[in-house]
């Protein structure tokens, strides 16, 4: 199967594993209630009468599951426990229903507190505050070269897929120090022993620690200098001991160093709590020290595909090889699989990159074509190729290495099919912010089509002052950070050629484009972000294409802090979009595709709901699809090609790890030369466009070329990421809403 919407078939494995049912599978659901009703010590009331209740069962709040009827003529049972007050408390226990094997959600709901069951009894364990994910210390990579160690970490999740009930396992590594804080504090020592004290604490204090015996994380307050392991306290109990007794009794732990100093932890809850002493010897140090972080990344330690599938067969061994595991899952007649779920999957073709005079190719495995720049030869597409007004407004410090910039750009233009004035230079006696809003006022009436700004380092009160200014007089800018953006000289020409490409784009030059197959048709990419400033309230960003090739936009940024709010916004923002689409083309679109980002799927209900309800109305006479687009997910997929690698660009999954009910597909768009890629979810739930699935998935991988901030693929569709950015620009640094000036422009990128 090949053609240019349906794609070449692979096979492809993910970090999935099966949990098969047998025959015998049943689940029943009861509800316990507890008169007088309590809320802390209901398991361990309940458990007083296990003897009574099935060997296994899951109990998650007045809901209990079970693998078998409670009693033969499913009467309720009715126990009597105590309180510590003497107090009697009734518990009945009655029965729900046995779960139908279509209400995915209580067999999902089961699925996850039985998983739970399972990882502990694999002796993985939580580490710190991270609530998701469950570390192994028992299958670490010993980095002693770095004084290090990686603990492989999995964030699990169960639920019916499309096919089966499927465990997605996902994989992160917590690098984790061995050496403790007492050898941080020798250290010290050795390297300043006049200032030692003072060393430490500048070191130590505010920092995080964690515990050797139990793997607790604790922020350090203090260090008490006069107190030592030698000193006594009271136990719980009442008892006199000392810090040496008390760690070989608890722990079978011997101090070596008697006199070193005590760690003051002030524990959260009221201040009127004694603080927690902890020994130094015991306590690893836990944020990496600047030598180690050049270190990790001169090794380049990334985690790549053969290492995820490795740590992922490392998982599924301890999970098949624990016999209270699999005693647990047996008991539920449930069966886990080892082996990472295998399916098909379909590579799309590479696309066109058109140009006003040529074309350009790029290969499957590396979805990039920034190297056909540099030959010369290079027509854009459409728009602004012509740059005979500019300005740039930099302070004297930074004159060298803007002038080498601005060189670079005059250099990287008949490259990028631009003819490039020399701009019109502005140095600044200094870099105060008074000094740059002054002098940009009168640039600014010389009426320069664009100008770049270069503010001092960490200058993010500059760039908001800047950007703000600039966007008040309706003239585009690009500022610049003199540091991080310009202080790289190995990477001067392909810094200046992603600015290049900007700064034109900002002036409406449409840099390439790819085939739609589609004619009159608008795409439309939406984003919220929460403001910094004004808490309380979002910034919903609509990005919207108005002409057939999606390379000309309009954009709009409104506030909202309340549902009534947001669904107004949005359908004011599309309604705005309709009439600029009919006022540049003389009619309305015949489709609209509305590419919708979120941060995970918990956000869908409240989406369908809500926005989609809203904006029916928007398109009564045009046919529409919603989409709701996911970067943010666990699942990962692995080309089998040998060992397993990154699957190329254009790698379409719409089976097997699917969820019933849901017409939705996954896309990996981009290529990854290091790491590993995560696929982006596309969930379809509205969809009256009569476009086939394929065609779909095909038009969603073209958007994905068309983000002008990279010559390259990216992650989600260019609506979307446009509508990401300017969200984040008005929430993060402008704190209002744009003038409508530049709103035909892609101002904010």
């Not at 939406?526 to 403001?531: E, G, K, L, S, W």
């Not at 969603?700 to 990421?721: E, S």
Request: glycine share 6%.
């Amino acid at each position: 199967m090949s053609d240019e919407s349906t794609g070449v078939e692979i096979a492809i494995s993910s970090n999935f594993f099966a949990i098969t049912k047998n025959s015998n599978y049943r689940l029943l659901q009861y509800k316990v209630d507890m008169v007088p009703d309590i809320d802390k010590g209901r398991k361990s009331m309940l458990f007083e009468h296990r003897d009574c209740l099935p060997p296994n069962f899951i109990l998650d709040g007045k809901c209990l599951f079970t693998y078998r009827r409670l009693t033969q003529d499913d009467a309720p049972m009715v126990f009597h426990s105590n309180m510590h007050d003497g107090q009697v408390v009734v518990i009945t226990i009655r029965l729900v229903e046995e779960v139908q094997a279509s209400d995915y959600n209580q067999h999902s709901k089961m699925l996850k507190l039985l998983l739970k069951r399972c990882l502990k009894m694999g002796q993985q364990q939580k580490v710190g505050r991270n609530e998701y994910y469950y570390y192994d210390p028992i299958n670490k990579l010993d980095l002693s070269q770095f004084n290090l160690e990686l603990w492989p970490g999995y964030k699990t999740s169960i639920r019916q897929h499309k096919n089966s009930i499927l465990l997605c396992c996902g994989v992160s590594y917590k690098i984790q120090r061995t050496d403790t804080v007492l050898e941080q504090m020798q250290e010290i020592y050795k390297r300043d022993s006049a200032n030692f004290k003072s060393a430490c604490e500048k070191v130590l204090l505010g920092g995080t620690i964690m515990t050797r015996y139990d793997n607790k994380t604790f922020k350090v307050n203090n260090i008490d200098w006069d107190k030592h392991p030698t000193d006594s306290f009271e136990s719980s109990n009442g008892d006199s001991l000392t810090f040496i007794q008390y760690y070989q009794e608890q722990y079978n732990l011997t101090l070596r160093d008697l006199q070193q100093p005590m760690l003051v932890i002030r524990p959260q809850g009221p201040r009127d709590l004694d603080p927690i002493l902890l020994v130094p010897e015991l306590c690893l140090m836990t944020n990496l020290s600047e030598e180690q972080r050049a270190k990790l990344m001169k090794a380049r330690l990334w985690q790549d595909p053969a290492m995820i599938v490795s740590t992922l067969k490392g998982f599924s061994k301890r999970m098949k090889n624990s016999n209270e595991i699999q005693g647990e899952l047996n008991s539920w007649n449930l069966e886990f699989k080892e082996d990472l779920v295998q399916f098909s999957a379909r590579v799309l073709s590479p696309e066109l990159i058109l140009g006003s005079l040529g074309n350009i190719n790029y290969s499957h495995d590396n979805a990039d074509w920034s190297g056909a720049f540099g030959f010369g030869d290079w027509e854009q597409w459409s728009g602004q190729c012509e740059w005979t007004m500019w300005a740039v407004v930099y302070a004297t410090k930074d004159a060298e290495v803007t002038q080498q910039f601005v060189n670079n750009i005059l250099k990287i233009g008949p490259s990028l099919g631009m003819d490039i004035a020399k701009p019109k230079t502005i140095e600044l006696t200094d870099n105060r912010l008074d000094t740059y809003i002054q002098t940009l006022d009168s640039v600014i009436d010389t009426k320069p089509d664009i100008v770049m700004v270069v503010v001092p380092d960490h200058g993010e009160q500059h760039y908001t002052a800047v950007t703000r200014f600039c966007l008040g007089k309706s003239v585009p800018s690009q500022v610049l950070s003199a540091n991080v953006m310009l202080g790289k000289p190995r990477g001067y020409m392909s810094v200046a050629t992603k600015v290049a490409l900007q700064m034109n784009c900002k002036l409406g030059g449409e840099p390439w484009a790819v085939d739609i197959p589609f004619e009159n048709m608008m795409v439309i990419g939406y984003d919220t972000c929460q403001d910094t400033l004004l808490r309380d309230r979002s910034v919903g960003a609509v990005v919207a294409s108005i002409n057939n090739t999606f390379t000309k936009f309009i954009s709009m940024a409104n506030y909202q802090s309340n549902q009534s709010e947001i669904t107004d916004c949005l359908c004011t923002s599309i309604s705005k979009a309709l009439r600029k689409y009919n006022t540049v083309n003389g009619c309305l679109p015949e489709r609209v595709i509305v590419y919708r980002d979120v941060v995970e799927d918990g956000q869908i209900p409240y989406i369908v709901e809500h926005e989609l309800v809203a904006i029916n109305n928007c398109f009564k006479e045009i046919k529409f699809t919603y989409i709701i687009v996911n970067k943010r997910t666990d699942m990962m997929l692995f080309w089998m090609n040998g060992k397993p690698t990154n699957p190329h660009s254009g790698t379409v999954v719409d089976n097997v790890v699917t969820v019933p009910g849901r017409y939705e597909f996954f896309l990996v768009s981009q290529s990854v030369r290091e790491g590993t890629v995560n696929p982006t979810s596309y969930t379809v739930v509205k969809d009256t466009s009569g476009l086939r699935p394929e065609q779909l998935q095909l038009l969603t991988y073209k958007l994905t070329h068309l983000c002008y901030n990279w010559p390259g693929t990216i992650r989600v569709p260019a609506v979307c990421q446009y509508a990401s950015e300017l969200a984040f620009l008005v929430a993060k640094s402008l704190h209002e809403i744009p003038p409508d000036g530049l709103e035909d422009s892609l101002y904010f990128l």
